[in-house]
Nanobody, 128 residues
Framework: QVQLVESGGGSVQAGGSLRLSCEAS???GSWYGRACMGWFRQAPG????????????????DYASSVKGRFTISQDNAKNTLYLEMNSLKPEDTAMYYC??????????????????WGQGTQVTVSS
């Protein structure tokens, strides 16, 4: 089993920045080039949506159009840690943010269907 623990959420004013972290533990030894990790968010009353994703092997990234240019996903494979740098935050970025992972990823890395493991989430609140 794999465990994912997010941290770094909080409350900021619009235009501010936050950095989320997600530490993976457990059976991560099987995570070779085809593994991927991603960040998702879910606001009250809305469906969970993909924000950013990264291939563990080659480091290819994907971003939702709503965050492209403002958010940056990165990883430290040695530490099994995923990051999401969020800049120029907007009130509409307010949501619970979840880290997700899978040992083999196919297709759309921003789809919830691509992931097997999920963290418990960290709240991000942006005030205007």
């Amino acid at each position: 089993q794999v465990q994912l623990v997010e941290s770094g959420g909080g409350s900021v004013q619009a235009g501010g920045s936050l950095r989320l972290s997600c530490e993976a533990s457990g059976y991560t030894g099987s995570w070779y080039g085809r593994a991927c990790m991603g960040w998702f968010r879910q606001a009250p009353g809305k469906e969970r949506e993909g924000v950013a994703a990264i291939s563990r092997g080659g480091g290819a990234t994907d971003y939702a159009s709503s965050v492209k240019g403002r958010f940056t996903i990165s990883q430290d494979n040695a530490k099994n840690t995923l990051y999401l740098e969020m800049n120029s935050l907007k009130p509409e970025d307010t949501a619970m943010y979840y880290c997700a992972a899978n040992t083999i990823c196919f297709g759309d890395r921003l789809s919830i269907l691509s992931y097997k493991y999920w963290g418990q989430g960290t709240q991000v609140t942006v005030s205007s």
